[in-house]
Nanobody
Framework: VQLQASGGGLMQAGGSLRLSCAFSGITFSRYATGWFRQSPGKERKFVAGISRTSNKYYTDSVEGRFSISRDNAKKTVSLQMNSLKPEDTAIYYC??????????????????????WGQGTQVTVSS
């Protein structure tokens, strides 16, 4: 199983970036996926998640600015990040977990829920 994250970079505050995560070695349509981020010295935290049925969940700080989507045919999950702020600076990780069709939304928010992780991509937002 491989998760390959890409799309990070340096952006000024107010700008946009789009992260992508490509999956291989799994039947992607059977997996819930999520994005987490981690800043130096801090724990990895939930950013956004999307279920098998494309229900979407966000942490409060990105609601309305970030949008998660999935493409089952291409086996990819994307995170469109708009109106970026310096506090969005972090390493962003994609993650996946095989699930039944319907799962509690709280599950997707938990780091321990996921079984596979990508390598991370750095996002830096300058003020």
């Amino acid at each position: 199983v491989q998760l390959q994250a890409s799309g990070g970079g340096l952006m000024q505050a107010g700008g946009s970036l789009r992260l992508s995560c490509a999956f291989s070695g799994i039947t992607f349509s059977r997996y819930a996926t999520g994005w987490f981020r981690q800043s130096p010295g801090k724990e990895r935290k939930f950013v956004a998640g999307i279920s098998r049925t494309s229900n979407k969940y966000y942490t409060d700080s990105v609601e309305g600015r970030f949008s998660i989507s999935r493409d089952n045919a291409k086996k990819t999950v994307s995170l469109q990040m708009n109106s970026l702020k310096p506090e969005d600076t972090a390493i962003y990780y994609c993650a996946a977990k095989s699930t039944i069709m319907t799962i509690p939304s709280d599950s997707l928010r938990q780091r321990t829920f996921y079984e596979f992780w990508g390598q991370g991509t750095q996002v830096t937002v300058s003020s």
